[in-house]
Structure formats: structure tokens, C-alpha cells
T-cell receptor
Framework: DAGVIQSPRHEVTEMGQEVTLRCKPI?????LFWYRQTMMRGLELLIY????????DSGMPEDRFSAKMPNASFSTLKIQPSEPRDSAVYFC????????????FGPGTRLTVT | AQKITQTQPGMFVQEKEAVTLDCTYD???????LFWYKQPSSGEMIFLIY??????QNATEGRYSLNFQKARKSANLVISASQLGDSAMYFC????????????????FGRGTQLTVWP
């Protein structure tokens, strides 16, 4: 099993540009999570999906952020327009339904907005 | 209120010694799960150990054990015989009952404890 796949691994962009982060969850997992990690805020849950349906997006910082999951094997997190304060590591994770199932994290995308 | 509290921003331990990383949690659910993750400097999040609220025994995985004290709502991670490679950030997390509304499925993470193992 390839694990959770994220692309790109690194992204450097200028303020105002659109950024799209991609995630492929582990096959068969019905939950998908997007996190953001910074030194200041730690690990924050942005949004999560169950069976491709967004369950809770209360962690999305503002309207500049949007996430989609068009099918069970693909999700995107888009930032438009990007700002320097969006610089962070963005993780995607997936899991099965159930109390005991751990979340499997992708390697993360390190985003730098200049 | 914080769901997960990790009060130790940093901990230091000498190689081969044991170390305990503290975690307290807050929930009114009788059914919940507790997790520990490790994040080395390379950045990946690695699952270490799981404890269910109804588990009678403390969970163990190799050198990792979870000191689960339900009445005190604590789930401390014990690492025995520390190794240099254990130097990392450690996160405690909790999942509440899968039958509770919109929180279904999510993990609540603490702020983490940075462990440094020195020779």
C-alpha cells in the first residue's frame, strides 16, 4: 500500500497566486482530513470528509480556502488568493470508520508564500 | 475547553533512560480512543500506540506503553530505554464516540511535547 499521497511536496508561490494542494487517500478509507501545521498554531484541522461529503469545515480560516473531494480517491485544497500567512505545512490524512482506527498521514506539502 | 492538554513543551532524557510524556484529556463520552503520534524533524506523522476507553489493560507497543488512568483522564506515554532516534515531537490525540454527531471520525490533537534524547 502506497499510503496517503500528497502533491506537491514543496510549493513556493507569490502572494496573490492560486495554490492547489492534492491528496490521494489510502484505498478503502472513508474519512479524509486536511490539517495545517505552523509553529504558532500547532496542528489545526481545516476540514474533513466522510464518504466524499464535507462533514466539518469550521477550521477553514476564511473564504480564500476551499476543499473538494470529487471521488473517493482524490481531494484538493485550494487557496485563492494566497497570502504570506498561509505559509505552513499542509497534511492530508485518511482513516477508516471506527473508534480504534488511526489516521494515516501523508508526507505533507510545505507551502511558502512570498 | 481544550480536549487534549500536553503540559510539557519540551522534555530531555538521557539515552537508555525511560521518559514519560504527559497527556490529559477532556470528554464526557464513556467511549473514546486515545492515540499517540511521533513527528521527527523530517516532518512525517507516525502513529505509535492506541488505547480504548474500555480496554482493561494499558496498551503496549515495543518500547512504548500508555499509562492510562481513566479516573484522572490521563494517558501518558512511557518510552523505555530511550534512543537517539526517539528525539521528536510527540502528539497525544483523542477520538470521541463514533456515534456522536459531527465530531464523528475526527481526532483532537494536543500541542505536542518536544523530546530530546542526549547521549
Amino acid at each position: 500500500d502506497a499510503g496517503v499521497i500528497q502533491s506537491p511536496r514543496h510549493e513556493v508561490t507569490e502572494m496573490g497566486q492560486e495554490v492547489t494542494l492534492r491528496c490521494k487517500p489510502i484505498s478503502g478509507h472513508d474519512y479524509l482530513f486536511w490539517y495545517r501545521q505552523t509553529m504558532m498554531r500547532g496542528l489545526e484541522l481545516l476540514i474533513y470528509f466522510n464518504n466524499n461529503v464535507p462533514i466539518d469545515d469550521s477550521g477553514m480560516p476564511e473564504d480564500r480556502f476551499s476543499a473538494k473531494m470529487p471521488n473517493a480517491s482524490f481531494s484538493t485544497l485550494k487557496i485563492q488568493p494566497s497570502e504570506p500567512r498561509d505559509s505552513a505545512v499542509y497534511f492530508c490524512a485518511s482513516s477508516l470508520t471506527g473508534l480504534a482506527y488511526e489516521q494515516y498521514f501523508g508526507p505533507g506539502t510545505r507551502l511558502t508564500v512570498t | 475547553a481544550q480536549k487534549i492538554t500536553q503540559t510539557q513543551p519540551g522534555m530531555f532524557v538521557q539515552e537508555k533512560e525511560a521518559v514519560t510524556l504527559d497527556c490529559t484529556y477532556d470528554t464526557s463520552d464513556p467511549s473514546y480512543g486515545l492515540f499517540w503520534y511521533k513527528q521527527p524533524s523530517s516532518g512525517e506523522m507516525i502513529f505509535l500506540i492506541y488505547q480504548g476507553s474500555y480496554d482493561q489493560q494499558n496498551a503496549t507497543e515495543g518500547r512504548y506503553s500508555l499509562n492510562f488512568q481513566k479516573a484522572r483522564k490521563s494517558a501518558n506515554l512511557v518510552i523505555s530505554a530511550s534512543q537517539l532516534g526517539d528525539s521528536a515531537m510527540y502528539f497525544c490525540a483523542m477520538r470521541e464516540s463514533p456515534y456522536r454527531g459531527s465530531t464523528l471520525g475526527r481526532l483532537y490533537f494536543g500541542r505536542g511535547t518536544q523530546l530530546t534524547v542526549w547521549p
